[in-house]
């Protein structure tokens, strides 16, 4: 089970920080990743974490969103900074077990399970 929060409402060039936090699967053997969908858009990837820690980001959020995770916590993080109006959207945290073969981190089929949306909205 996957608990997204940490989203709200924000400026441009704020920052907000989401928490996706981990029930019953420890994520340090598990890739992670976070995924978004404005309105009317299809879901789209905007970072991962594979188990090794190596990180992929979308272009767009290069230099500006960072993702980490606390193993003790069993918690993954996404430190969103300088925030643009087009980062508007329901952001989703997924996780895939780093055992299984085939890991596409960009394609959310990809993923074994999903945690609910936590929404985003930056104001111009």
């Known amino acids: 089970q996957l608990h997204a929060s940490g989203g709200g409402s924000v400026q441009a060039g704020g920052s907000l920080s989401l928490s996706c936090a981990a029930r019953?699967?420890?994520?340090?053997?598990?890739?992670m990743a976070w995924f978004r969908q404005a309105p009317g858009k299809e879901r789209e990837f905007v970072a991962a974490?594979?188990?090794?820690?190596?990180?992929h980001f979308t272009e767009s959020v290069k230099g500006r969103f960072s993702i980490s995770r606390d193993d003790v916590k069993n918690t993954l993080y996404l430190q969103m900074n300088s925030l643009k109006p087009e980062d508007t959207a329901v952001y989703y945290c997924?996780?895939?077990?780093?055992?299984?073969?085939?890991?596409?981190?960009?394609?959310?089929?990809?993923?074994?399970?999903w945690g609910r949306g936590t929404l985003v909205t930056v104001s111009s």
């Open positions: 974490l594979r188990s090794s820690q190596r990180t």
């Open positions: 997924a996780v895939r077990n780093s055992l299984r073969i085939g890991y596409e981190y960009p394609v959310p089929g990809t993923y074994d399970y």
């Open positions: 019953g699967v420890t994520i340090s053997r598990y890739h």
